[in-house]
Nanobody
Framework: QVQLVESGGGEVQPGGSLRLSCKAS????????SGWFRQAPGKEREAISC???????YYTDSVKGRFTISRDNDKNMIYLQMNNLKAEDTAVYYC??????????????????WGQGTQVTVSS
């Protein structure tokens, strides 16, 4: 069964850190494009960071220098380390995989498998 399961969300104060994890089952993450997306209330889902099968990486401008994407091929997982979190980072975060593409994919509509989402709230 093809499945993506996120974990690691929660509530944190501004300036704090969280690490999101995404476990894939039923396919090998490192064969395909994968990434992290988020959706805040009233806003469209946006790509935060994506990684290709050859380890090319994309970050949206608002998270550059603060967030780091990584992949553990042995564990079949991707991670998103989020540092110096800001209130505007509050959203539901999703991991996703595009099994039709091994390169970088930044458009949510290109992804065909999604996790259930995990809430990240940054508040004082």
């Amino acid at each position: 069964q093809v499945q993506l399961v996120e974990s690691g969300g929660g509530e944190v104060q501004p300036g704090g850190s969280l690490r999101l994890s995404c476990k894939a089952s039923g396919f090998k993450l490192d064969y395909y494009a994968s990434g992290w997306f988020r959706q805040a209330p009233g806003k469209e889902r946006e790509a935060i960071s994506c990684i290709s099968s050859s380890d090319d990486i994309y970050y949206t401008d608002s998270v550059k220098g603060r967030f780091t994407i990584s992949r553990d091929n042995d564990k079949n997982m991707i991670y998103l380390q989020m540092n110096n979190l800001k209130a505007e980072d509050t959203a539901v975060y999703y991991c996703a995989a595009d099994r039709t593409n091994s390169g970088l994919a930044q458009v949510p509509e290109e992804y065909d498998y999604w996790g259930q989402g995990t809430q990240v709230t940054v508040s004082s």
